[in-house]
């Protein structure tokens, strides 16, 4: 096989369709640029899960003065009503499943809320009396959250239980909407670029239908008739891959790390070693597209 007259072949097939060319980079740009950010939006959800999940509790919330009657008809919780709960926190039914659990008094949830909400008005409203004293209760497996619930709930003194997981259960919802909708996006971009990358090989085969007849002619395989028009499809969509790449890779360091990082420290955020486990998903991804987008459209509509 001549591979000069190949290359040959795949640059004028190129300059001949400049401005469809940059129309399969543009729209082969913007669907892998929506691939990317929808896998590392999943690797940033994953990793917020293994954060937040490992440090989830379960929040034991005893009565106090301002408890609505029906739920705690005595007021208040007295000191053996804590006893009460502690002891059941210790017994062999339940200390299997808890890897340890700490106390928050009236004056230590006050503390904790006022760091919580530094700066907000509504810090100056709030008294140590009105925030429940708390026993919160680590997990050995943050699954077993339902078991302390179950327990503690209707209990004498116990204004409620709440998982912490169930708050993030509908953060995680929201992100996992989100990232559906970026791949939503991203399938119709990616059959938009298959469309435009198999009208713009049809449209470079069509120009030079008088040279295809002669390499026919001639004895030219049907591959080394195709593949300088798969090649430019394949060259075009990888251009447009590694801008992807490099935009994806850009919003995880300057926006992710440089800004979200700084603002949410509480949190863990992915890096650049997520995104660089991305591009090569990217580039691979949009080769193959072009190049079974133009194959397709040589086998299907080129006539010689």
Not at 26 to 50: D, E, P
Not at 129 to 140: A, D, G, I, S, Y
Not at 279 to 301: C, D, K, N, Q
Request: hydrophobic share 50%.
């Amino acid at each position: 096989m001549r591979w000069g007259f190949v290359l040959s072949e795949i640059r004028q097939g190129l300059r001949r369709n400049m401005s469809m060319v940059i129309s399969v980079i543009l729209v082969t740009f913007v669907s892998m640029t929506f691939v990317g950010t929808a896998l590392v939006l999943q690797l940033q959800i994953g990793q917020m899960k293994n954060y937040w999940y490992d440090r989830a509790q379960v929040a034991v919330y005893l009565c106090d003065a301002i408890s609505p009657q029906t739920v705690c008809p005595q007021g208040e919780s007295s000191p053996d009503v804590k006893a009460a709960v502690e002891a059941k926190l210790k017994s062999p039914t339940l200390k299997p499943y808890i890897q340890n659990y700490y106390f928050e008094n009236h004056e230590q949830a006050y503390k904790q809320f006022q760091q919580q909400f530094k700066g907000n008005a509504v810090a100056k409203y709030v008294t140590a009396n009105q925030l429940n004293e708390t026993f919160w209760v680590k997990l050995k497996n943050a699954n077993d959250g339902e078991i302390i619930t179950e327990s503690f709930t209707g209990q004498a003194g116990v204004e409620q239980v709440r998982d912490q997981r169930t708050y993030l259960d509908q953060i995680f919802s929201i992100l996992n909407a989100a990232s559906l909708t970026a791949i939503s996006i991203a399938a119709l971009m990616l059959v938009s670029a298959a469309l435009l990358i198999s009208t713009t090989i049809r449209l470079s085969a069509f120009s030079r239908r008088r040279e295809l007849g002669i390499m026919r002619l001639v004895g030219a395989s049907n591959f080394f008739i195709q593949l300088p028009f798969v090649l430019e499809g394949v060259v075009a969509a990888t251009v447009g891959s590694l801008l992807a790449v490099g935009t994806v890779t850009g919003l995880v360091q300057f926006f992710v790390q440089g800004f979200l990082a700084q603002q949410l420290p509480f949190t863990s955020f992915v890096g650049i070693g997520d995104a660089l486990l991305v591009a090569p998903v990217l580039v691979l991804a949009g080769m193959l597209l072009a190049w079974f987008a133009s194959l397709f459209a040589i086998r299907r509509y080129l006539r010689i």
